[in-house]
C-alpha cells in the first residue's frame, strides 16, 4: 500500500463534515496504516466516538500543505484512551478480521466513466477532470472532489488494482441508495414525484456512464430503491406514458431523449435530484 512518509498526522476531520476533530493525536504508523491513540479528556474522547468504522477522514499535513483521505477501519474507545485504525485506499476482503468492512465508493461513478472504460479513457478523464477540481485551480478547485478523483485514478489506473476493484465491486451486493431512506420518497405528498425523480436518476446514470447497455431491469430498480415494485407501478406507468421512458417486454426501462431533457432542465430546481444524480458528491 502506497503511503507517504512526510505526511504527518497533525489535524483530521470527518471528510464529510466541516467540524474538525482532535489536533495532533499521537501516532503509531505501520503496514496497515495510521493507529492514533488520543488520551485526554471526555469531550476530546466523544468527538472520537464519532467517528465509526466505513467512513472518512481528512488528514492533513502539519503546514496544511498536503491532504489526504484516509478509511476508518477500527474505532475502539478503551478507559481514557480511543484507537483509530486509518488506511489509505481500499479496504480488502480478506482483512474483515480488524473491523467492519469499509464500503468502497464508486470509482466509475467518480471519474463519470463506464465500467468498460479503457485505459486511455480512464487518464483522459482523471487529466480533464483533476485539473478542473484541482486545489490551484482558483475558480472551480475543490480539495475533497480532488482527492477523490485522484483515488479513484489509482485504483482504475493499475491494471491489477482494478481487476481485484472489480471483482469486489461485482461481490457486493447492489443494495439501496441511502438517498432513499429519507422519508420524502415514502410519506407526503410529494413522495411519488420523488420516485419518478429516483427512476429517471438511475435510468439518466445508466445511459451517461455504459451507453451501450443504457437499460435497468425492474428487479435492480426495486434492488436500488428499496421498494417494492408495487410501489413503482404507478411511477413507471406515468414516466411510460409521459414517453420519458421507454419499457421493453422483459421489463427493461430505458431513458428516452425527452426523458433526459427533463432531467437535466430540473436539476437545478430539485435538491433530491441532485442527490440522486451526484451521490458521491458532498
Known amino acids: 500500500m502506497h503511503r507517504s512518509a512526510s505526511l504527518e498526522l497533525d489535524s483530521w476531520k470527518d471528510a464529510h463534515g466541516p467540524a474538525p476533530a482532535i489536533d495532533q493525536p499521537e501516532t503509531a504508523p505501520s503496514e496497515e496504516g495510521w493507529g492514533t491513540a488520543a488520551p485526554g479528556n471526555e469531550m476530546a474522547l466523544q468527538r472520537l466516538d464519532s467517528i465509526r468504522p466505513g467512513s472518512i477522514v481528512l488528514i492533513e499535513s502539519r503546514d496544511g500543505s498536503r491532504s489526504e483521505k484516509y478509511f476508518v477501519r477500527q474505532s475502539t474507545r478503551n478507559g481514557a484512551n480511543h484507537s483509530i485504525r486509518l488506511v489509505r485506499g481500499p479496504v480488502l476482503e480478506?482483512?474483515?478480521e480488524a473491523g467492519p468492512r469499509v464500503q468502497e465508493p464508486d470509482y466509475y461513478d467518480i471519474l463519470q466513466i463506464g465500467p468498460q472504460a479503457e485505459a486511455e479513457t480512464i487518464y483522459r478523464v482523471y487529466r480533464i477532470m483533476a485539473a478542473r477540481f484541482h486545489p490551484d485551480n482558483p475558480e472551480t478547485g475543490d480539495v475533497d472532489r480532488f482527492l477523490l478523483l485522484k483515488t479513484?485514478?489509482?485504483v482504475l489506473s493499475d491494471p491489477d488494482s482494478r481487476s481485484a476493484y472489480d471483482a469486489r465491486r461485482q461481490g457486493q451486493p447492489a443494495g439501496p441508495m441511502p438517498v432513499f431512506e429519507l422519508k420524502d420518497f415514502v410519506t407526503g405528498v410529494e413522495a411519488e414525484g420523488n420516485r419518478r425523480l429516483g427512476v429517471l436518476s438511475l435510468l439518466y446514470n445508466q445511459r451517461r456512464l455504459d451507453p451501450d447497455h443504457p437499460s435497468v431491469t425492474l428487479l435492480d430498480l426495486e434492488s436500488r430503491m428499496a421498494f417494492p415494485r408495487e410501489y413503482l407501478a404507478f411511477t413507471t406507468w406515468y414516466l411510460?406514458?409521459?414517453?420519458?421512458v421507454t419499457a421493453a417486454d422483459n421489463s427493461d426501462y430505458t431513458l428516452t431523449a425527452p426523458g433526459a431533457e427533463f432531467v437535466e432542465s430540473n436539476i437545478?430546481?430539485?435538491e433530491i435530484l441532485a442527490k440522486?444524480?451526484?451521490?458521491?458528491?458532498e
Not at 411510460?240 to 420519458?244: E, H, N, S, V, Y
Open 152 to 154: 479513484a485514478y489509482e
Open 240 to 244: 411510460r406514458a409521459k414517453g420519458l
Open 268 to 270: 437545478g430546481k430539485s
Open 94 to 96: 480478506n482483512e474483515a
Open 276 to 281: 440522486l444524480l451526484f451521490p458521491n458528491r
